[in-house]
Nanobody, 124 residues
Framework: QVQLVESGGGLVQAGGSLMLSCAASGRTFSDYAMGWFRQAPGKEREFVAAISGSGVATQYANSVKGRFTIARDNAKNTVYLQMNSLKPEDTAVYYC?????????????????WGQGTQVTVSS
């Protein structure tokens, strides 16, 4: 069973930075892409970023491109989301997710393993 545990959320002022981490267990980490999603109050969960198993390929939502960076350390079974130049509209619960298959890039419906989420609040 795949388990994902996020950490690193918190409260930050607009323009500040945070780094989220997600520790994975339960299968060969480097064989699978990983993704970050977020859900703001009253809104649907949305894609933020994804990274291939090797770490060579990445994808970003337009809203975070140039401000957020996804990375992974396969030796530590951990994926990261570095968030810079944070805006109040980035406030959300952030979720780490993993797909069931090895296709790149995974579609939203292929993400079946989810972490518990970590709150990120950006004050203006």
């Amino acid at each position: 069973q795949v388990q994902l545990v996020e950490s690193g959320g918190g409260l930050v002022q607009a323009g500040g930075s945070l780094m989220l981490s997600c520790a994975a267990s339960g299968r060969t980490f480097s064989d699978y892409a990983m993704g970050w999603f977020r859900q703001a109050p009253g809104k649907e969960r949305e894609f933020v970023a994804a990274i291939s198993g090797s770490g060579v390929a990445t994808q970003y939502a337009n809203s975070v491109k140039g401000r957020f960076t996804i990375a992974r350390d396969n030796a530590k079974n951990t994926v990261y989301l570095q968030m810079n130049s944070l805006k109040p509209e980035d406030t959300a619960v952030y979720y780490c997710a993993a797909p069931y298959g090895r296709r790149w890039p995974p579609s939203y419906n292929e993400y079946i393993y989810w972490g518990q989420g970590t709150q990120v609040t950006v004050s203006s």
